[in-house]
């Protein structure tokens, strides 16, 4: 080569200037099989990501969902987490913190379970708090994960006028409610308008107009709270209750797992339920509707006539992975 003559390089897509690389994996929450379960885009290493990249982000990928993994403001805690729907930043989500916690998992093992497997603990910090995960890895399995509410559900004191609820989504008087359960709102974080259907037939006829919902819908913890609609049973066998949830004012017309909603229900089923001491393993299908079923497992413990103590979890499978260009 002459002195003085430049050697020629190959630049790599995303090296250009103002542009970055960085990892992302897809991963199917709330199941253990691909292409059923609630879809969400996990964005790893994002923290020179401002809030306005994330947000274009997650309207790009138009996941209900759209986590990204920063690091932890806590040495001890393993990773930071900003959840974004297509239209908002979440300040805490069911999905989005099992899948993440697994998706972590996965990068730590680089994608293979040990012969005997693997447990172990993670603190995730989320808008809402620090979040506490316990996640289990077995060989030929699908992950799991489950969490502690960081927040338990309580109930918010607004008036609901239920016919104007049930004819926001297409429900006549007579097929709301069943037993002692009532249409009411409740937060764990995010608030929902819980609303029980008498049978899986009224669930199945559910119908968001979306802006019948903005006119009666009420307004939980700053925001508009959107419907879950909930009744006993499921096509599941081991499902306690059949949900869906819509979300149209978030970009989601409907969501086919909701772990927050879950998180509120479990208030709910408190309540209306009358729990006894003690510890309550339920589980909650969703997404069933929409050709993408999934499993929530709600755990409810009680000490005396309170709750004291509310876990959510899941397993979760990677279907992509690959690299953004930004």
Known sequence: ???????NRVRRIGEGPGQRMTDYAIYDVFTGTALAGNPLAVVFDADELRDARMQMIAREFNLSETVFVLKPEHPAHTARLRIFTPERELPFAGHPTVGA????????LGGAAPANGMDMVKMLEEVIGAVRCAVRIRPGEAGFAEFDLPRLSRRLDIDIEPADIGAALGLDP?????????????????AFVLVPVHDQAAA??????????????????GKLAYPYVYCRGGMHHKACFHARMFAPGDGIPEDPATGSAAAALSG?????????????????????????????????SCTGPDVSHVRIGGEAVRIAEGRLLI
Do not use: T, Y
Request: proline share 2%; with cysteine.
């Open 268 to 300: 709910a089923i408190h309540q209306f339920d009358g729990l006894l001491e003690g510890n309550h393993a339920l589980v909650i299908e969703q997404g069933v509707e929409m050709g993408r079923p999934s499993l929530i497992h709600l755990h409810i």
């Open 204 to 221: 199945a006829k559910a119908e968001c107009n979306a802006a019948e919902w903005d006119r009666v819908a009420p307004m939980g913890d």
């Open 101 to 108: 916690a697994i998706a972590l998992a996965d990068r730590r």
């Open 174 to 190: 007579h097929e709301i409610g069943f037993e002692n359960h009532r249409v009411s709102l409740w937060s764990a974080g995010v």
């Open 1 to 7: 080569m002459a002195k003085g003559r430049r050697r």
